[in-house]
């Protein structure tokens, strides 16, 4: 299969799938949306509410937000392939569970495959952790690392910068900075596997 084949395949599996418990409070599985040779790839934590009705990523308080962002690097959201590491959305927007996580990540990955993005932005904790198992987020945001040939810039979930207004100002400017990032991509270290020290971790917020 070519890569538009092989997503929308993904795209009809994830309406189906029960790999893990989260099919039982689907209306919508959200398996993502964007041009298959998108060269900027952002990945979520899970849908919504909005999501879950409608069957499309960050259409919520937190996609209206994500829009404004791009549109201040000059980039359309039509431009981008937005997607989740969670395909369903988890009851209560609670956090998603080890096991869900796992149950996605063959979507996820063979989505990666197909996109074969020169740079993913991941955005919360949870999609920063697939690829930075052991960073602290408030240390790592807005920088650029490599991993595994892959240049990885993790970020604030926009739904956190919303429920924190202290947060929106790191937010904007770690978007701010992503075209020079990825200018600079053979510049990016190699992320270290060993775990990064830091003082506090706001807590990430999923709500919408």
Same mark, same amino acid.
């Given at each position: ?20 418990? +989260?099919? $039982? ?21 899970? !849908? ?15 996609? /209206?937000?994500?829009?404004?962002? +791009?549109?201040?690097i000059g980039l359309k959201r039509s431009e981008v392939f937005i997607g989740n590491v969670v395909k369903c959305? !988890? ?15 063959? $979507? +996820?990955?063979?989505? &990666?495959?197909? &996109? ?9 904790? $949870? ?8 960073? /602290? ?29 202290? +947060? ?7 978007? @701010?900075?992503?075209?020079?990032? &990825?200018? /600079?991509?053979?510049? @990016? !270290? ?8 830091? /003082?506090?971790? !706001? ?6």
């Amino acid at each position: 299969m070519n890569p538009e084949e092989v997503l929308r395949e993904i795209e009809r599996q994830v309406q189906v799938c029960k790999r893990c418990d +989260l099919h $039982y409070s689907r209306k919508h599985g959200v398996a993502g949306e964007g041009p298959v040779n998108a060269a900027i790839m952002f990945i979520g934590e899970g !849908p919504g509410f909005h999501e879950n009705e409608q069957g499309r990523p960050f259409v919520g308080a937190a996609g /209206k937000f994500l829009d404004e962002l +791009l549109a201040q690097i000059g980039l359309k959201r039509s431009e981008v392939f937005i997607g989740n590491v969670v395909k369903c959305r !988890p009851p209560g927007n609670r956090d998603p569970k080890p096991e869900e996580l796992e149950a996605c990540d063959i $979507y +996820l990955e063979r989505q &990666i495959q197909a &996109i074969n993005p020169k740079v993913i932005v991941t955005l919360g904790r $949870y999609s920063m952790a697939k690829f930075l198992p052991h960073a /602290k987020i408030s240390a790592v945001h807005g920088r650029a690392m490599r991993v595994k040939d892959r240049l990885v810039v993790p970020m604030y979930h926009p739904a956190a910068a919303l429920h924190q207004p202290s +947060l929106r100002p790191v937010v904007e400017r770690d978007f @701010a900075q992503l075209p020079e990032l &990825i200018a /600079k991509a053979e510049d @990016a !270290p190699e992320y270290q596997v060993e775990p990064l020290e830091e /003082k506090s971790d !706001p807590k990430q917020l999923t709500l919408f």
